[in-house]
């Protein structure tokens, strides 16, 4: 998997967006943009994924820039549930394994 | 339609004891994938199963452990002599065949050594 970088940790007050930024500047033509997040002593969870184009569902939002060095995932309307660390991976589209690396740590504050 | 069921979700084991952590892959899903997480530190990698066949060990360590993943039951990863070192958060995923949109994870089981 293509290497991204993502910020250590965030922290955004309760019930504004979030914006949490990735690049992959040496994304390549069919690797997928793909975000998963984890909750205090629980598993992953996915949250969205992408390949061009801007992607939205009861989760978050993907906002992909045109030449998809780098991505934004944009939770709406933070809540605490939402404090994770949330991960921001690559994926080839023959790929069987997904590789996670640090992630940002996001902190709600109340 | 229940999700990846881990189980035990926590498990006790002194040193020179075996490990082992079960996991069942949600209705449909043939591909089944375990990460181990230590203390305070990210998510790796350790093997990927389909039925009856390991598809990539890459991050299995060389000794004490191994996987299986059986025509029935659940996929079973096992650890030999436990050692302190192996205290750690073991989660399975589990997706369908070449499945973009992601993995579906379970709740994990947390292996402590004593």
């Known amino acids: 998997d293509a290497k991204t970088t993502q910020p250590n940790s965030m922290e955004s007050n309760e019930e504004e967006p979030v914006h949490l930024p990735c690049n992959h500047s040496?994304?390549?033509?069919?690797?997928?943009i793909h975000w998963y997040r984890q909750l205090p002593s629980q598993g992953p969870e996915y949250v969205i994924h992408?390949?061009?184009s801007n992607v939205n569902n009861r989760m978050a939002s993907l906002a992909i820039a045109e030449d998809r060095k780098s991505s934004t995932l944009i939770l709406h309307r933070a809540t605490l549930r939402d404090a994770a660390v949330y991960y921001c991976i690559l994926r080839a589209d023959r790929d069987d394994k997904i590789i996670f690396g640090k992630g940002t740590r996001l902190h709600i504050l109340p | 339609n229940a999700g990846v069921m881990q189980n035990p979700r926590h498990l006790v084991r002194r040193r020179g004891q075996e490990a082992r952590l079960r996991c069942s892959p949600m209705k449909g899903h043939s591909h089944v994938y375990w990460y181990r997480q230590l203390p305070e530190e990210g998510l790796k990698f350790m093997v990927y199963?389909?039925?009856?066949?390991?598809?990539?060990e890459s991050g299995m360590p060389k000794e004490r452990f191994s996987a299986e993943f059986p025509k029935e039951g659940p996929s079973i990863l096992r650890i030999q002599q436990v050692v302190r070192g192996d205290s750690a958060a073991y989660f399975c995923a589990s997706s369908p065949a070449r499945a973009i949109r992601g993995y579906t994870f379970g709740s994990g089981t947390r292996l402590t050594v004593v």
């Open positions: 199963l389909q039925k009856e066949n390991i598809i990539d």
């Open positions: 992408g390949l061009t």
């Open positions: 040496t994304i390549s033509g069919t690797d997928y």
